[in-house]
């Protein structure tokens, strides 16, 4: 058997019932195929794959906190520091219902590669909770950020782990956690990125998820020779990462004519009033029936649906696994030319291949939205130099790295005789930063 299927059998065989973290195993060690076979005795000889796909350390504990009945609540809550080979494990925390233990694993995973495309010094990890911030008041959001940092705090540092945001880990949720970081700890450092502007955020963090995903859609459709103005753009998500990918897609003068949430979708046949998208979202934190009462150009759909629309570009921004192959099949024959990922594994590898068979542009999540952990490592830089950049200096860095990170992808994939396949290229580029940097500090 091949030393990938060997790891990759192994992997099944040790992880039960994650099926998110085969899954991105899966999908990672097959595009790593041909590099491990130009190498495969020294890779196999020092367990590069096994300890690739082995977290380095894997925190698990109970949150306790008072609701506002004075009722006990507890959430299982994780943070998985997956790899440090290239820099202090970085990734965000996800507070949602569906959280587990495999699908931290899965993120954890996909972090490492998608932080070793960025360019910059930063290891993989991913953390989370169960705990499910909707409908809660912000005091007692307070009260579990600040048990689960009093907690967590012990494994974390601004050179050692340095958690984000994620689904349902915003601003509000940040700023607990940090505020209970400081007192626990006394230290005042870059522990947490996506922090407010008062308090050692940096500009443009909140923006950079979305903005790097079209910098780098941009750059994809540019070298393909198409011009993005003047697209229609449909857009998953109605969260952080879908705001501001639809703000920059109309700046760069596409039409964004959808966002969605988990209980349904919105068409606007006039392009998404971004204003009151934030509104709604960022502000009153409420459903998008609500946009959709607002706003006479637009239709409410309840449940799936999004990516029936007719369009040229799609950019799914909300969950794991959320485009099937039912999604990719009607994107086809509606004449989509580009798929990119503003999520993490928004797209079933099936949905994947097949879009990819037809002819679709595909920029996977590693690739197309590492633009806020490309962000957060900014954050890091000017914590650590007691500075802060402009909202322009950060923007602008930001665009460099998301075409850097588009061009190395792209020659990497053509490196390995698979131009266009931006799946392996993202895979391949990512991955030999970090086999290089665990191979030159031995056996650790
Ligand atoms: P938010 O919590 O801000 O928004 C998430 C959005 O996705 C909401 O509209 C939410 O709807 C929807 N959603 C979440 N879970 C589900 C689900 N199970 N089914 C259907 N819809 C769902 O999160 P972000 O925008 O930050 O994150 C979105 C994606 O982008 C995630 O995959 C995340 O890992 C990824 N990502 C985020 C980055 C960041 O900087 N924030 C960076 C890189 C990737 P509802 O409000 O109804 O729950
Ligand atoms: O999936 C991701 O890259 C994020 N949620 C952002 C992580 C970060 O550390 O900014």
């Known amino acids: 058997m091949s030393y990938v299927d060997e790891v990759y059998e192994r992997v099944v065989r040790e992880n039960p019932s994650q099926p998110e973290f085969h899954q991105a195993v899966r999908e990672v060690l097959g595009s790593l195929r041909p590099v491990i076979e130009r190498n495969e005795a020294k890779y196999r ?63 954890g995973f996909e972090q490492i590669f998608k932080n070793s495309l960025t360019g910059l010094p930063i290891g993989g990890g991913k953390g989370g909770s169960d705990f499910d911030p909707k409908g809660k008041s912000d005091r007692e959001v307070m009260a579990f950020c600040q048990s689960f940092m009093t907690e967590l705090f012990k494994y974390i540092g601004a050179d050692t782990d340095v958690p984000a945001g994620d689904i349902g880990t915003g601003a509000r949720e940040i700023g607990y956690m940090y505020g209970q970081y400081k007192r626990l700890t006394g230290l005042y450092e870059g522990v947490l990125t996506g922090k407010g502007l008062t308090y050692g955020g940096s500009l443009a963090r909140k923006e950079a998820t979305g903005y790097g995903l079209l910098y780098l859609t941009q750059e994809m459709l540019k070298c393909n020779g198409i011009e993005l103005a003047g697209k229609t753009v449909a857009v998953s998500g109605a969260g952080n990462v879908a705001i501001y990918a639809a703000q920059k897609a109309q700046q760069l003068g596409a ?28 502000v009153r934190r409420a459903r998008l029936t609500e946009y959709a009462a607002a706003r006479p150009s637009a239709q409410y759909h309840e449940g799936r649906g999004v990516f029936t629309v007719k369009c040229d570009v ?103 005789d698979m131009p266009g396949n931006y799946v392996a290229g993202a895979n391949i580029a990512g991955f030999l930063k970090v086999a290089t940097a665990m191979e030159a500090q031995g056996v650790v």
């Open 314 to 416: 799609a950019l799914p921004c909300a969950t794991q696994n959320e485009l099937l192959l039912e999604d990719a099949k009607a994107l086809v024959a509606n004449g989509c030319i580009a798929v990119a990922e503003g999520a993490n594994m928004p797209t079933t590898q099936e949905a994947t291949e097949y879009l990819m068979a037809n002819g679709v542009l595909f920029a996977p999540g590693k690739a197309a939205n590492a633009g806020g952990v490309a962000t957060s490592a900014l954050e890091m830089s000017q914590n650590s130099m007691r500075l802060h950049w402009s909202f322009d200096e950060v923007d602008a860095k930001l665009k460099d790295i998301m075409v850097g990170i588009f061009h190395n992808v792209d020659d990497a994939a053509k490196e390995y």
């Open 255 to 282: 039409k964004v004519v959808t966002v969605s949430d988990s209980t349904g979708w919105v068409y606007d046949s006039e392009g998404i009033d971004i204003d009151l998208l934030r509104e709604v979202k960022e």
């Open 45 to 107: 000889r020092d367990a590069i794959l096994e300890r690739i796909t082995m977290p380095e350390r894997q925190l698990l504990f109970r949150v306790p906190w008072v609701d506002d009945q004075g009722q006990v609540q507890v959430n299982n809550a994780f943070r998985v520091q997956f790899n440090s080979a290239i820099g202090p494990y970085k990734g965000g925390i996800r507070l949602h219902p569906s959280v587990n233990l495999g699908i931290i694993k899965f993120l």
